[in-house]
């Protein structure tokens, strides 16, 4: 018998707390073993759970007792979810989590404190909730240098942008609808100023390069900005603009960023719709692959969590992967990245023709023009948009 | 250093050879150990190959090197391949392949004589090439019990149906294309009779629910009889028709088939298109996840090899999954299952609402009737399609 304690009760550790006792029989075939969840850690009680006996509010209880080995961090935040992270694994305990502000902050020191104490910390659950992308793109694909990794990792803003692209809401009124919906907090700015897609990106990159940069030093735009006029001249030009979270290899350093792209119909990413998730993942060998799911909600990310126990449970001894931190030199300057981009300006044609030279126009309405550039360098893309008066602009994936 | 030896040199045991030398520093720094090729099996010579100095002509000689302790077989066929590997796993040497024949219709025996031997067998490039999805399915969604698996698994009938749907094609004519284009062979059988996605759900389903049914005991319907005017039907009504290899879990017992099946275009299998593959995997927690990719092609089908002698190369004390032999009492009766249908016939609506009292007309014309049945069991549509002069029909998925 493998006993765990959750730290956290809330939308998740009870995710977790059913996910195990729903799928008990399941897990035993897999690993002719049992987990039994021995604590669950919150500051409330929860007097009419079934899971009531089991909840302590001390973390030493958890810590101090040997039969507990390994601990699901679901209580989100930095802290103290990585204190008591850092403490179990010291303890001997492996830890899993879904919470991506921990691992994109600190996911390299508690991979090398695992890694001293002989234990795993795993965190599969942390991007894309239910889908499995972080085993697979460090095992399945471990085969193949990876070039590049274009992520839909909020389904809060794919649901916006999707109510945006397909029923011509405003982004103001497609937010509040989340909100009323549930799909999105009180205060959305995790969400739609895509920190927590940036959270994502970093640790997608960080399995595919093996160095962890800080979300803080990532480019990071959100989809507040977007308007009507911007989802409907893509729409008609055959793009659907999604926030894509992407991390490429660019001659052996990394460039990482989030902000609204223009994706276009022939790429499967932009028929990935509502809360839904959907991962790009391009190897040297492999070619793309895609992973599509729930990448939020109860049950897909606790069934991803239990999947890192059963793992754990299974085999315990495994070496996890470690963590540098990247600096400078691992990163491509932003100024450096091409792409081509997606402009509409209130100036006119001839103002874009001296500004740009070459450019395809899309389209010309209530005075604004809009038009895609060729590939072409951020820098060298920032000083000719100087030249007009830009209202919007997003790169083309 | 690993040793490895490689079972046939043909597209697969080439592109092996490559992906190997190519991302050797990758794989390297993965696993902290080198992947050495010591030999690779043919009848024939390669005087001009890179590797020509590692061509045997006996199998012997790998068989008794001890420094050799993973065989990658990439021969094809049931006959020697699986010999081949039944030996080198009774001589203690792990396996890995991409041959389907031998997984669907010897799995069982090898993973058991893997377990038997301490070593182990692994075939993650069988099903969907280089796509993750046998190792996510087995682990990421170890927690999750396993409802149903729907897969597009053949590029060439998926190219052919694409062809079909995008561009009026005949059958005919866009099997005659996929042939010249080399997507296709000359005796396309094993591909438009649905007999290679056959053998891969007949893997999946084992993976799943544990139980290996016999490719013999599917029901298995390829494309040929796909005519076109079926799939303007389907197309106007808001389907595509691909050919689906189905693994259902119904009340603890296995319904596995193949067929062509229309899929709505609400499910993003329905845009997996030309040689791609799709994979959609429903869990009791996970919801539906989606892998997309290509599902052949010599480097994406030998990065997945690859990553299996990886995988081996770092942690060769691993158990294998086990799999019992599926029997009649594991399995729903093909005339149990419940779907939906699509039918075309040249009776009158007049026969269709007295033989079928329910269903939704779609379209008359050419003096074909076209109509959606409601769900019901296969043993009642097929008496009461019985009364009627049926064209073609389908199941909706």
Redesign the interface.
């Known amino acids: 018998m493998t006993n765990i304690a959750i730290l956290g009760f809330g939308v998740v550790g009870s ?1 977790i707390a059913e ?2 006792t ?2 008990s029989e ?2 035993k ?3 002719g073993d049992e987990i039994n969840i021995k604590y669950i850690l919150d500051l409330r009680e929860f007097p009419d759970s079934p899971f009531a006996d089991k909840i302590v509010h001390d973390f030493n209880i958890i810590l101090n007792d040997d039969e507990v080995s390994i601990v699901a961090e679901a209580m989100g935040g930095l802290h103290p979810a990585f204190d008591f992270s850092e403490q179990a694994l010291k303890k001997g305990k492996s830890v899993v989590t879904s919470n991506k502000h921990v691992v994109a902050e600190k996911g390299d020191v508690l991979l090398k404190t695992a890694a001293e104490n002989g234990v795993r910390y795993l965190f ?1 659950a942390s991007v894309g909730g ?3 992308v972080l ?2 793109l460090g ?7 990876i070039n590049e990794i274009n992520g839909i990792l909020n389904g809060t803003t794919n649901y916006i942008l999707t109510q945006m692209i397909d029923f011509g809401k405003t982004f103001e009124v497609a937010l509040k609808e989340a909100q009323m919906k549930g799909y999105a907090e009180a205060n959305p700015t995790a969400d739609v100023d895509g920190i927590d897609a940036c959270r994502k990106i970093c640790i997608l990159a960080a399995i595919a390069f ?1 160095k962890l940069i800080n979300p803080s030093e990532v480019s990071t735009v959100g989809i507040s900005n977007i308007r009507l006029n911007d989802v409907k001249n893509a729409s008609e030009a055959g793009y659907a603009i999604k926030l894509i979270g992407q991390a490429k290899d660019i001659n052996g350093k990394m460039s990482v960023s989030v902000a609204p792209r223009l994706v276009p119909n022939t790429n ?1 990413l932009s ?2 719709d509502d809360v839904f998730n959907g991962i790009l993942v391009n ?12 990448g939020a ?1 109860k ?2 990310t ?3 969590v ?2 890192d ?3 754990i449970a ?2 315990p001894e ?2 996890n992967q470690q963590w540098a931190q990247a600096d400078k030199n691992d990163l491509v300057p932003s100024d450096d990245v091409v792409s081509a981009y997606y402009v509409c300006t209130t100036s006119s044609e001839d103002a874009v023709k001296s500004a740009f030279n070459e450019y395809s126009a899309l389209s010309l309405k209530d005075g604004e023009f809009s038009f895609i550039t060729p590939a072409m360098k951020k820098s060298a893309f920032n000083e000719m948009a100087s030249k007009i008066d830009v209202i919007s602009s997003f790169e083309i994936l």
Chains 1, 2 share one sequence.
């Open positions: 995710g996910v195990i729903q799928n399941i897990i075939n897999k690993i599969e239910g889908i499995p085993r697979p095992t399945c694909l471990a085969a193949n240098k093996g499967l028929k990935v190897g040297n060998a492999s070619d793309d692959i895609i992973f599509i799911g729930k909600g049950m897909p606790a069934s991803a239990v999947a126990i059963v793992d299974g085999r495994i070496k």
